[in-house]
């Protein structure tokens, strides 16, 4: 029996998922990787949007905004809902950084699991023991999540 993947390992392979589907620039996804915080969470694509999640299973979280494609050339950022925009970037790069700018207090590396379990794991944190995340997202010290990257 062999071991069950890392969250690293989850995480690798959604990028290089990502990579091969074929449904977001390339440019975009080599400007997204580059960048640590985003390259520690798990990416995921639908209508050419770029997405990023802070754990690995789905239904993905969507508290983080997104990068689409823009008619014309350059790209849009949006969300985290799909009713919020954030606006025009001329470059992934500029993309990137305005979703980089967004980015929640607690997007560190991927939990490994679903939505609900990474709640019911925040939850379980509580601010009197050192070292862990309240729920409102404040620290004095970074946690990482059950089996990070």
Known sequence: MSP?????????????VVRQDGRVRDELIDAAYQEPRLRQLFPWTGMGELHFSRCTDPRWTWDIPYIQPAKGGGYWVS????SESVGPAATAE?????????LPSDASPAFVGTPEQLATHEASLTPDRPGTQALNGTSSQPVPPHDAC
């Open 94 to 102: 500029q993309a990137v950084a305005m979703v980089i700018a967004r």
């Open 79 to 82: 969300g985290p809902l799909r």
């Open 4 to 16: 069950l993947p890392t969250g690293h390992e989850i995480v690798q392979a959604g990028w290089q």
